[in-house]
Every structure is written in structure tokens, then in C-alpha cells.
């Protein structure tokens, strides 16, 4: 019988052990990139997306589970008297990951329709989607 090669298990070890000696970091590793707008609005786009999603998850689970329909509820958030600065707050944190991942969406899709990859044009477009966002949302928290 013929032995055989070395296992996957072998190879990873060699493989983490020669980087360990050679003093690598793991690939890729947040301290090698500097930070940019374009990085950090992607970042952000994944973010909101999977926030909304908890969000949506559990006000469906909420609605299922909870004894008593949403009008009820409404009103008791009605009755704690939260004030109009608490109020507003509230509604633009829930505005504005709405408001930036649609904004920031189109903008992915005008790049997949391969137009704005100039890195001046991923610039002005990345402040042109927090600009809008922040007035959408704003807008959106006064209704």
C-alpha cells in the first residue's frame, strides 16, 4: 500500500505555522488598509442592510407573539408623554438606514450600469448619498 500525501489538516498547520514564523497577519487584515470614505459606506451599506432585516424579524416575530393588536401598543407609546426631541430621535433612527441603504443601492446600481468608477466620481458620489440621506431621513422623521 502506498502512504499518502499529507492531509488538509497537515497543510493548514504548515501553512499557519510558516506565516506565524514569518510574522504575517491574516489576510486580509483591517490594520493593513487605510480607511476611506468607499470603504466605510460599504461597511455601512451591509450593515443597514442586515440591521433592517433584525429589525423587520423581530417587529413580524413581535406581531405574531404579542396578545394585544399594534393599535395598542401605539397608544401606549402615545400615553408615556416621550416629548417631540425623543420622538423625532427616534423616528430618524429608524429614517435613516432606510433612507442610506436605498440611496446608497442606487448608487451601486449606476455602477452597474459601469458608469461613476473615477475615483473623484466614487467620491462625490458617496457624500452626494450622505447628503441625501441625511435629508431624507430628516424629512421623514418630521411626517
Known amino acids: ?10 497543510e ?6 510558516k506565516n506565524t514564523k514569518l510574522n504575517r497577519p491574516m489576510s486580509p487584515h483591517v490594520s493593513v488598509y487605510k480607511w476611506s470614505l468607499p470603504m466605510m459606506m460599504s461597511i455601512t451599506h451591509r450593515g443597514t442592510g442586515v440591521a433592517m ?5 423581530c417587529f413580524s416575530l413581535a406581531a405574531l407573539v404579542l396578545p394585544e393588536q399594534f393599535p395598542y401598543y401605539l397608544e401606549l407609546v402615545k ?7 425623543l420622538i423625532y430621535s427616534a423616528k430618524f433612527a429608524l429614517a435613516f438606514p432606510l433612507s442610506y ?16 468608477f473615477k475615483m473623484l466620481q466614487v467620491y462625490q458620489s458617496g457624500v452626494l448619498v450622505l447628503a441625501l440621506t441625511l435629508l431624507s431621513s430628516a ?3 418630521a411626517m
Do not use: C, Y
Request: aromatic share 10%; charged share 15%.
Open 12 to 17: 493548514m498547520f504548515q501553512f499557519w505555522e
Open 53 to 57: 432585516s433584525l429589525g423587520i424579524s
Open 79 to 85: 400615553s408615556l408623554s416621550l416629548g417631540p426631541v
Open 1 to 10: 500500500m502506498v502512504p499518502m500525501a499529507t492531509t488538509a489538516k497537515e
Open 139 to 141: 424629512g421623514l422623521a
Open 101 to 116: 441603504h436605498t440611496w446608497n443601492g442606487i448608487r451601486h446600481l449606476v455602477w452597474d450600469m459601469g458608469k461613476g
